[in-house]
C-alpha cells in the first residue's frame, strides 16, 4: 500500500515538470523574434528590439574592445564578451537586443551570440 501515495506523488511531480520543458522548448525554438518588438524611434529604453538592415560602418570602441555596427542608421553595441560573426560592410543582418540610449544616440545592445544573423 505504500507504493501507491508514492507512485501518485512521483505523477503528481512529472506533469508539472514536463509541463515546464514543453514551455522552455517551444520558447527556445520561437528565438528572438518571438520576444521583440520592430525597431522604431518612438519606443522607450529598456525594451527587447529587432531591427534588419544593411551593415553601413563596423567599428572598436576605443576601450573594452567591443564592436559598435550601423544597421540601417541605427547602432547596434556588441559587448566584447560576445563573437560576433565575420561581419563586412553590405552585409544584411538581423539584429535583436535591449534598446538604450547612449550619448544621445538610441542603439541596439547585443545579449548573445545569437542575436545577430546574416541574411
Known amino acids: 500500500m505504500a507504493g501507491h501515495p508514492i507512485r501518485r506523488?512521483?505523477?503528481?511531480?512529472?506533469?508539472?515538470l514536463l509541463l515546464i520543458l514543453l514551455f522552455h522548448t517551444l520558447f527556445s525554438l520561437a528565438g528572438p523574434a518571438?520576444?521583440?518588438?520592430?525597431?522604431?524611434?518612438s519606443l522607450t529604453d529598456g525594451g527587447r528590439v529587432s531591427h534588419a538592415g544593411v551593415v553601413e560602418d563596423i567599428r572598436e570602441t576605443r576601450t573594452g574592445g567591443h564592436m559598435i555596427i550601423t544597421v540601417s542608421g541605427l547602432k547596434v553595441f556588441i559587448p566584447n564578451s560576445i563573437r560576433s560573426p565575420d561581419l563586412r560592410i553590405g552585409d544584411e543582418v538581423f539584429v535583436y537586443g535591449i534598446l538604450s540610449t547612449?550619448?544621445?544616440?538610441?542603439e541596439i545592445t547585443i545579449q548573445r551570440q545569437g542575436d545577430i544573423i546574416l541574411s
Not at 9 to 16: N, T, V
Not at 34 to 41: E, M
Not at 102 to 106: A, H, K, Q, V
Open 9 to 16: 506523488a512521483l505523477l503528481l511531480l512529472s506533469g508539472p
Open 102 to 106: 547612449f550619448d544621445g544616440d538610441r
Open 34 to 41: 518571438f520576444f521583440s518588438t520592430p525597431y522604431n524611434s
